[in-house]
């Protein structure tokens, strides 16, 4: 027993990651807050007349918990059979082509009434 003291004293102290995951993992909810994770909020209350926004806005929020649970369930099998670098490639792929959609597909909508934002996106204003 003392020998492994001995030997734990002489070895040098090792980095410790813990505040460096806490800062990811705080960068990245604040990063997905600002940017996609903000999309489909922001859009229910301009794409949909107000007697229908509140069915849309359960649905919209049904579909946001069932693919954060599915990726939460995926992951670990995604880390497994493609190693920590690609599943974080493949996550990085997958926000890159929703930021490409969003700059191709989604007009700027900012001075615009709920009538024009519809005629728009091809539906008629109730």
Known sequence: HRQDASRHAHEPPRPSFGRLALA?????????????????WLLMGELFAA???AL?????????????FTMTLVF??????LGPAGTF???????AAGAAFVAA?????KGR????V???????AS
Do not use: K
């Open 51 to 53: 007697d229908v926004r």
């Open 89 to 95: 490639f493949l996550f990085s792929a997958i926000c």
């Open 76 to 81: 670990a099998q995604l880390n497994a059979a």
């Open 24 to 40: 990811s993992l705080v960068g990245y909810i604040a990063s997905f807050s600002l940017g996609l994770g903000a999309i489909p």
């Open 105 to 109: 597909c989604l007009p700027e909508t």
């Open 118 to 124: 519809q005629a728009l996106f091809g539906s008629e």
């Open 113 to 116: 009434s709920l009538a024009e």
């Open 56 to 68: 849309a806005a359960s649905m919209a929020t049904l579909l946001n918990w069932a693919f954060s």
